[in-house]
């Protein structure tokens, strides 16, 4: 366990809720920070990135400063621009998905989204947001680490921005994510009613039609090979329609399926297979996640007979609500 010196004192870098990480006089996220001591300098860092033909900034900045940054960064965008979300997917081969919005959305919308989800967007380590222009290059992401990230073709603008924000140019900026870190998701007390990344991820889907940035017909691991019939856990928000013959209220429920599928196209056909032969319909996947079986418990084990065959083979027990989001 790496420790973190406050003056003469050493006391563990793993800190209860309570306690925000400070050292150097940077102040971390809760969700993201360094194990060992780690002299973080506020600044940013620039090059050009020649392939895409614009400048590249890296900006990194202490807590109580990312908000109002956030914010003003995403006004370099045009009024209305492409979501993306990148959120910790629970899969075993790779820690993020990324999901884009479908259409362009509202710029100012989404600040004051950023704004209303800041426990989110600014500490979970298992939550990153931006915005991208289509007609120019132009884009503004705040990641996991809670770095800013701005791709942008005017480097005058650029550079007037970032000194109007009082941000300096820092020659071979370090970055406390190059070295061993912790990532660590809200709420940090199982106790907290404080928002999670999963909750934010549906608000966002609530709002947006959002695709994930990702081939549905290819199935490797970390180095590209491919994985064949394999275990995924698929959490997600369903729903039974209002019955036509006794105007019974449409009901909700989350709950998660365990099923064996060669690809994540096999995995929302087998789905959507299983929820229609229940009447049933899926609203949204919050994660669909490879599991490899030698992580089973040995009661999943047992329930999964036939690991090679494709086929949903256990559902949780459901959390139910009253259904109150409109679908066509």
Not at 17 to 26: D, L, M, V, W
Not at 188 to 194: F, G, I, M, N
Request: aromatic share 14%; glycine share 6%; charged share 30%.
């Amino acid at each position: 366990m790496g420790e973190i010196r406050h003056g003469g004192e050493s006391v563990p870098l793993k800190r209860n809720i309570a306690q925000r990480i400070k050292s150097f006089g940077f102040t971390y996220p809760y969700g993201s920070y360094p194990e060992d001591e780690f002299f973080q300098q506020i600044g940013y860092d620039a090059k050009y990135l020649t392939d895409e033909q614009c400048f590249y900034y890296k900006i990194v900045l202490p807590h109580e400063r990312l908000q109002q940054m956030l914010s003003a960064s995403f006004k370099l965008l045009p009024p209305t621009a492409r979501l993306a979300a990148k959120v910790h997917s629970g899969d075993f081969y790779r820690d993020f998905d990324t999901h884009i919005s479908d259409d362009l959305v509202d710029r100012d919308e989404v600040i004051e989204w950023a704004k209303e989800w800041g426990e989110v967007v600014l500490d979970d380590g298992f939550f990153g947001i931006g915005m991208f222009a289509e007609e120019e290059t132009v884009e503004v992401f705040i990641d996991e680490h809670k770095t800013i990230h701005i791709y942008h073709s005017d480097p005058d603008l650029m550079e007037l921005f970032l000194e109007n924000q009082g941000i300096p140019f820092v020659m071979d900026l370090a970055f406390f994510w190059d070295e061993p870190h912790f990532h660590e998701p809200l709420p940090l007390d199982e106790k907290s009613d404080d928002e999670d990344y999963l909750t934010a991820f549906e608000d966002l889907a609530d709002r947006y039609e959002l695709f994930l940035d990702l081939d549905d017909d290819t199935n490797t691991d970390d180095e590209g090979q491919p994985l064949g019939v394999n275990c995924w856990r698929v959490e997600l928000r369903g729903y039974k329609p209002e019955s036509s013959g006794d105007h019974q209220s449409a009901k909700g429920f989350y709950t998660t399926l365990y099923l064996n599928a060669e690809t994540r196209r096999d995995v929302i056909d087998l789905v959507s297979e299983y929820f229609g032969e229940r009447n049933e319909q899926v609203d949204i996947y919050l994660q669909i996640a490879r599991v490899p079986t030698e992580l089973l418990t040995s009661d999943m084990h047992y329930r999964n007979s036939t690991p090679e065959e494709s086929c949903v083979w256990h559902e949780s027990g459901r959390a139910f609500f009253e259904w109150g989001h409109e679908r066509s």
